[in-house]
């Protein structure tokens, strides 16, 4: 007397099972990335995150502007000086520094209405690494200049000292930089700044 009651029953709850597992089977999980997919994400997070994050103040008497924000984002070059050097390019410890990067904070300019929050500046120089292989410590130093484009248009001289932390040196890796510089600028009333930074590189 049931049996038709039931067999509709039934043949609901199978249609309402595969209705419900539909979506599941088309938000299946994606393909795994390949090798150069993950490589090429892995670029780009490095490329987009800044691998310097500081601070810098004026200093002497009558230095005005107070301290700013520095965030930069640093592209070391190996550069090799010598065979011994050229064996392990990538690991080399002379490199060439290209660092852009943003200065946030009140920066004066010629006159005192010419003011800016942010400036944007350039870092260029040469950096070399003392970090004996299969240590975790080793120091670098380095010159260069800075150039700032907003308000003031102006180069520094900017000697850097600092250390370099990390498992040393088989293969790419992360390392650690712990970094005291000084830009000594040719223009503006804050013509010597000091800036303490933190950052990180691949070797």
Do not use: K
């Amino acid at each position: 007397m049931h049996a038709r009651p039931l067999a509709r029953r039934a043949a609901g709850l199978a249609a309402a099972a595969i209705l419900a597992a539909a979506p599941r089977a088309a938000r299946a999980d994606p393909p795994p990335l390949s090798g150069v997919e993950e490589a090429l994400a892995g670029i780009l997070v490095i490329t987009l995150l800044p691998s310097e994050i500081g601070a810098d103040v004026a200093l002497g008497p009558s230095a005005e502007g107070g301290a700013r924000a520095l965030l930069a984002w640093s592209f070391q070059v190996p550069i090799a000086l010598s065979e011994s050097d050229a064996a392990t390019a990538p690991l080399t410890n002379h490199r060439v520094v290209l660092a852009p990067g943003l200065a946030i904070g009140e920066q004066l300019g010629a006159t005192p209405d010419d003011r800016a929050d942010v400036t944007f500046r350039m870092r260029a120089g040469y950096r070399g690494v003392y970090h004996p292989r299969g240590g975790v410590f080793g120091v670098l130093a380095g010159a260069g200049t800075t150039m700032e484009f907003w308000p003031l248009v102006r180069p520094s001289i900017s000697p850097e000292l600092g250390v370099h932390l990390g498992s040393c040196c088989m293969d790419f890796a992360p390392m650690v930089t712990l970094i005291l510089r000084g830009d000594v600028w040719f223009a503006g009333d804050d013509a010597l700044r000091a800036s303490a930074i933190a950052g990180w590189a691949l070797y």
